[in-house]
């Protein structure tokens, strides 16, 4: 359950990158959902 907490708070933290900067922001974006699986293990 935390784990989906944790990927709905991105996702909305990604909707606000979004409206600002759709490139940059989607890199760092993409850069923290490749942590995710690692911190939960």
């Keep these: 359950m935390r784990k989906r907490a944790e990927i ?5 933290a990604a ?7 759709f490139g940059n ?3 760092s974006l993409k850069n923290q959902l490749a942590f995710l699986p690692l911190q939960d293990i």
Excluded: G, P, R
């Excluded at 709905?8 to 909305?12: A, D, E, G, V």
């Design 15 to 21: 909707a606000t990158c979004h409206v600002d900067t």
């Design 25 to 27: 922001d989607f890199e």
């Design 8 to 12: 709905l708070s991105i996702q909305k």
